[in-house]
C-alpha cells in the first residue's frame, strides 16, 4: 500500500524523536542489542547495595483453574491483578543486562510478556510501529523462536491518516491484555474483533504459533473501524480491549464503548452487557466470586448468571475528575482493579479527583467503601497503571507528568512517587511514600523477596535519558538498588510491565524490544 505524504509526517516524527539520536557502541552479550543513546558512560551502571529477602505477609495468590498459575498467566501476573509474583526477581547481585531489538531500528515494544510453564518459553505481544505480533521469545538470549502477525489496529490508520499520534499511543487493544490458559495457550483478543487460542508446538522445523480456536465477536460489537481504504467509516467502531476467564471457565471480554461481554468456549455462546455512556481502558480482575471492572465512571462487581449473561451485582460510582490528566490515557480511574486479603474480601483502584488522587478500597462482597486515602503532592498526582496487592497492603504508582515516549523530552521525567497503603482495623493508613520516579511502568512485587520493581528516570540538565530497574524495600520504602538498563529513547518502557520469571528474571518491554536483568550469582 503506497504512503501517502501525511503518513511520511508522522512516521517522520518517529524517526526524529527515535531513530536519529546518537548510538554507542552495541554491547556484545547479544547479535541484536538495543542501542543506546548517548551518555551511558556519563551515569552510574550500578547503585545501592544487594537486597536480603524479607517475605511480604499474606496468603498465596489463589490460582484461577482456568489461567495459567499465579506469576504466569497475565499482565498484572495473574487472576487477581495483583501484581506480585511467588518467586524471586533479581536480588542485586553482580546483575546482568541483555537487551534484543525488536524492530530493525524502528520503535518495538513487547508489551506484554508472560512465560509459559510447560515449555518454559517467553509469550509476548509486542508492536512494531503499525503491526501487532505475538512472539515466542527464548528466556535467555531473548531471541526470537516463532511470530506470528496480527491485525493492525483502527487507530493506527487514525494516527497516520489524521495526524494523531496520541489515538494509538492511547489505544490499549490489539492484544496488549491477553493472558496464558491453564495449558499455556495464548487467548488473545485482536483487532478482527475474535478471540483466539494460540498454541506454541514445536515442529522438525521449528517452533510455530497455531490457532487452535477462533470465536467472532463481530455479530455482537460494532466493529466499522478506519481502514487504509476507508479512513472515515460511517458505522461505529469499538475495540475490544481485554479477555481474562472467570472461575467457572467462561471467557470474559470488554470494550472501549462500555461492552462487557462472555464467550463459552464449549458452545461458542456470547452474551453482552452495555455500560450506556461509559468506557473501559483497562483490564479487569477475577476471584472465584465474580469480576471487578472499572470504567471511567464507576467500579463494578460482576457475575455471570445460569445462561452465562454478566449481571452487575453492585455499582459504586468514584470522583473521576474534570479532565485527563497528564500521566493518564483516559480520563477518570487509570487502574485495573485489583483483589486483595487472605480471601479477595477487598477490591482496591485509584479515583482521578483533584487536588489529590486517592486509593479506594471496596468491600468485595457488597461494595461498600472501607477508606479514601489521598496520595502524592496536590494538583501533581495521577495514575494510569494498576496498583500492587498482596494481604492487607498496596502499593501505587504517581504517573503525573509523563504522556508518552515521544514527548517527553530529553532529561525530563515523571513528578514521581510510590506509595503503601495499608488496610487496617480502622480504615486504611499510608506506610510510606519513596520518592523514586517511575513514569509509566507497571510496577511489581516479589513476594518472598519483599521488593517493589520499578523502572525509573531521573530528571537531568544534561539531557541524559538513563533508564534505571530499581528495587524498592516493600518493608521500609527505601530503594534498595538500581541497575541501568540503557539510555536513551529506546530504552523508554512507554506504559509496558515489569515482569518477572521464576528464574529470577527481570523482564521489561522498552521502545526499542525487550530488557532482560537478571543476577549473575
Known amino acids: 500500500m503506497p504512503r501517502t505524504g501525511r503518513r511520511r509526517r508522522i512516521y517522520g516524527a518517529v524517526g526524529l524523536a527515535l531513530c536519529c539520536l546518537p548510538v554507542s557502541a552495541p554491547r556484545p552479550a547479544l547479535a541484536d542489542p538495543i542501542p543506546d543513546g548517548r551518555g551511558r558512560d556519563a551515569v552510574p551502571a550500578y547503585l545501592g547495595a544487594p537486597a536480603v529477602p524479607e517475605p511480604i505477609p499474606g496468603r498465596p495468590v489463589p490460582a484461577n483453574p482456568h489461567m495459567g498459575p499465579p506469576g504466569y498467566a497475565a499482565m498484572h501476573a495473574d487472576s487477581h491483578a495483583s ?4 518467586f524471586l526477581g533479581p536480588m542485586g547481585h553482580d546483575p546482568q543486562v541483555l537487551t534484543e531489538a525488536k524492530a530493525n531500528g524502528l520503535p518495538g515494544l513487547c508489551s506484554t510478556v508472560n512465560r509459559a510453564r510447560r515449555s518454559g518459553l517467553l509469550v509476548a505481544q509486542c508492536t512494531r510501529v503499525g503491526t501487532f505480533t505475538l512472539r515466542l521469545i527464548d528466556p535467555r538470549t531473548l531471541k526470537d523462536l516463532a511470530v506470528h502477525e496480527l491485525p493492525g489496529r483502527p487507530s493506527t490508520v487514525q494516527a497516520v491518516t489524521g495526524l494523531e499520534l496520541d489515538k494509538v499511543l492511547t489505544d490499549t487493544s490489539g492484544g496488549a491484555y491477553f493472558y496464558l490458559d491453564s495449558q499455556d495457550r495464548a487467548v488473545l483478543a485482536d483487532s478482527a474483533f475474535r478471540i483466539r487460542r494460540f498454541a506454541h508446538v514445536r515442529t522438525p522445523k521449528g517452533w510455530r504459533f497455531k490457532v487452535v480456536d477462533d470465536w467472532d465477536l463481530r455479530k455482537h460489537v460494532p466493529h466499522s473501524c478506519p481502514t487504509w481504504t476507508k479512513p472515515k467509516p460511517e458505522g461505529e467502531c469499538d475495540p475490544v480491549t481485554s479477555v481474562q476467564p472467570d472461575w467457572k471457565g467462561l471467557i470474559w471480554w470488554v470494550t472501549r464503548k462500555g461492552r462487557i461481554g462472555t464467550l463459552d468456549p464449549r458452545s461458542g455462546r456470547i ?14 480482575a477475577a ?41 493518564q490515557i483516559d480520563r477518570g480511574s487509570g487502574t485495573t ?30 461494595g461498600k467503601r472501607l477508606c479514601k486515602v489521598p496520595v502524592f503532592q496536590k494538583n501533581k498526582s495521577a495514575g494510569d497503571n494498576s496498583l500492587i496487592g498482596f494481604g492487607r497492603s498496596l502499593v501505587v504508582e504517581n504517573n503525573s507528568g509523563y504522556r508518552n515516549f515521544v514527548e517527553l523530552a530529553p532529561g525530563a521525567s515523571s513528578v514521581g512517587g510510590l506509595s ?6 480502622h480504615g486504611c493508613r499510608t506506610v ?24 525509573t528516570k531521573e530528571p537531568r540538565r544534561d539531557g541524559i535519558d538513563a533508564w534505571y530497574l530499581t528495587a524498592i524495600d516493600f518493608h521500609t520504602g527505601r530503594t534498595a538498588y538500581k541497575v541501568l538498563t540503557g539510555t536513551g529513547k529506546y530504552f523508554d518502557n512507554n506504559w509496558a510491565p515489569i515482569n518477572l520469571g521464576p528464574d529470577g528474571t527481570a523482564y521489561i518491554g522498552v521502545v526499542g524490544g525487550l530488557v532482560a536483568v537478571r543476577d549473575r550469582r
Open 287 to 327: 476471584s472465584r466470586d465474580g469480576v471487578s471492572i472499572v470504567s471511567d465512571h464507576a467500579l463494578y462487581r460482576l457475575r455471570a448468571d445460569a445462561r452465562g449473561r454478566p449481571k452487575v451485582l453492585w455499582r459504586e460510582t468514584y470522583d473521576r475528575g474534570v479532565r485527563r490528566k497528564s500521566g
Open 432 to 455: 510510606w511514600t519513596s520518592k523514586e520516579r517511575s513514569p509509566s511502568t507497571v510496577a511489581k512485587a516479589s513476594v518472598p523477596g519483599g521488593l517493589v520493581y520499578a523502572y
Open 337 to 366: 482493579p485489583t483483589f486483595l486479603g487472605d480471601r479477595a474480601e477487598y477490591v482496591a483502584i485509584t479515583d482521578n479527583a483533584e487536588p489529590r488522587m486517592n486509593v479506594l478500597v471496596h468491600r468485595a462482597r457488597d
Open 271 to 284: 452474551r453482552v452487557l452495555r455500560l450506556k455512556g461509559e468506557e473501559i481502558q483497562n483490564s479487569f
Open 420 to 425: 503503601r497503603v495499608d488496610i487496617t482495623s
Open 83 to 86: 501484581d506480585t509474583y511467588p
